[in-house]
């Protein structure tokens, strides 16, 4: 049985999509695989995330708990699972635009997901994702639970590049 290892990355002001990230951290480890979890940073400036004393803490809070992805934890992956939250993508596809300078990215699945699965937060990442060169993997079913669905959706993508890796096709 192949080893996978799984790149959870993350963007969150507000905690939502933090736990939609760890969720299907979670879910990738109950596969057996290895995981990185990071958090990209924020776009806005100081003063905007000053004016809003839930996103500062939130942000205090999350800058001590996560580091930011580093140049080598893409390349180490075998799956880039990329969470957002629903009302905005920019960090993460940056993030994402990034990835073929850092290193071959075909062969490698990106798994996005947002609370409730919602196509506007999803689309341009599926688009940057797929214009680096990875595979990118359909979103899970939005559920009434999305924490379950998200670690349903870890341990599917984990399953995948294993499978993948099992055939040599990785």
């Not at 996103?55 to 969470?83: F, S």
């Not at 990442?125 to 595979?135: F, N, P, R, S, V």
Request: hydrophobic letters at 50%; proline letters at 7%.
């Amino acid at each position: 049985m192949a080893e996978v290892n799984v790149l959870v990355v993350f963007y969150s002001r507000y905690g939502k999509a933090e736990q939609l990230a760890l969720a299907a951290g979670l879910g990738a480890i109950q596969t057996k695989s290895n995981i990185r979890l990071r958090r990209v940073a924020d776009l806005a400036d100081p003063a905007t995330i000053a004016a809003d004393p839930v996103w500062k803490q939130n942000l205090d809070r999350m800058n001590m708990d996560y580091v930011a992805p580093r140049p080598a934890d893409p390349v180490w992956a075998d799956v880039i699972i990329l969470a957002t939250p629903e009302d905005s993508s920019a960090e993460v596809e940056r993030y994402v635009g990034l990835l073929p300078a850092l290193g071959v990215m075909a062969g490698k699945i990106a798994a996005p997901l947002a609370p409730g699965n919602h196509e506007s937060a999803l689309k341009p990442i599926y688009a940057a994702a797929a214009c680096a060169g990875l595979i990118v993997a359909p979103a899970q079913t939005p559920s009434s639970d999305g924490v379950a669905s998200a670690r349903a959706y870890g341990r599917l993508v984990s399953l995948m590049a294993r499978a993948l890796k099992d055939r040599g096709e990785t």
